[in-house]
């Protein structure tokens, strides 16, 4: 990266939103950079191609980053750019549990709704680690999913006292993302909606 000395530069007055202290913003009356910062992760964004170099060439001088080029994965989320905008997925997150699991191995299901059956096993399920993980694990889906929320919330009432119904529910919601797990949300480009 090639960059100018810019000791006399003051410093980039960035804020940072009032309920992310990860997420920071410099917005100008006809331009806003976007900067993203996760452990030693960074994502920098925005409609600024003149600002965004310099941000770049300032945080080198400080921290010594490497550029890697557009996004396309960032903390188990894939970024597909498409013509008509951008969409986040979990596809290799979903598909790596799903082995896990072993649900790979059984049909998938067609409706995410956890049947009223898996109420009806009260046998203690004896590894409730398990079935923590895997609610937990679930609950991350949710942030490309949000369809399954629902259920993911349903589950999560039963981290104290489950049972094997609790258990096969759990897996149940994880058939269901095995039904197309490359499943995400859209964010279309277009300024209508």
Known sequence: MVCKAFRHTRLYWFYSFQNDDSLFYKLQPKSRVILVVYVDDIVITGNESAEIPKLKCFLDQQFKI?????LNYFLGMEVLQVTD??????????????????????????CHQLPSTYAADSTVF?????????????????KTRPYLSYSVQYLS?????????HMAAALHTLRYVNKDSSQGLFFNNKNDF
Not at 157 to 165: C, E, I, S
């Open 66 to 70: 490497k550029h890697l080029g557009a």
């Open 85 to 110: 905008g951008v969409v986040l997925t979990h596809r290799k997150f979903a598909q790596d549990l799903i082995a896990k699991y072993q649900c790979d191995t059984l049909p998938p299901v067609t």
């Open 126 to 142: 004896a590894d409730a680690t398990t079935y923590r993980k895997l609610v937990g694990k679930l609950n991350y889906l949710t």
């Open 157 to 165: 009432q039963f981290l104290q006292a489950l049972t094997q119904g």
